[in-house]
């Protein structure tokens, strides 16, 4: 699978992502989180619900696990599809930004 990521915009916690995955565009949301389904809404704003895609959340406690969850995640996602990854602390953060060759030493922290 063919993937390639550019950084649409920076939110208070971290990065949106539009990711190309072969023939189709999913939208990634990489952030500094605790593991909580109750703070999804306070990062995807609402027209990104509505869109009728799937939005997926990946919880990402450990840096070492994001290579395999990240590549889980994109091998389930449809086109249109919303991911957000909530990230422990900023090395998860980091190592999620990485699988998508990006650095967040363009960001705020």
Same mark, same amino acid.
């Not at 992502?17 to 565009?25: A, K, P, R, V």
């Not at 999804?40 to 696990?65: K, L, R, S, Y």
């Given at each position: 699978?063919?993937? +390639? ?40 704003? +609402? ?14 406690? +450990? ?38 060759? +990006? ?7």
């Amino acid at each position: 699978m063919q993937v +390639q990521s550019e950084v649409l915009r920076t939110i208070p916690a971290g990065s949106v992502l539009q990711i190309s995955l072969d023939e189709h565009t999913v939208w990634a949301y990489v952030v500094l989180s605790e593991p909580d389904l109750e703070r999804v809404a306070e990062f995807v704003p +609402q027209e990104q619900f509505e869109a009728g895609g799937d939005i997926h959340v990946m919880a990402i406690t +450990q840096a070492a696990d994001a290579p395999e969850l990240v590549q889980e995640v994109l091998f389930n996602m449809n086109p249109g599809d919303t991911v957000v990854f909530l990230c422990n602390d900023l090395r998860s953060r980091q190592a999620v930004l990485d699988e998508f060759g +990006q650095n967040t030493d363009l960001f705020n922290d």
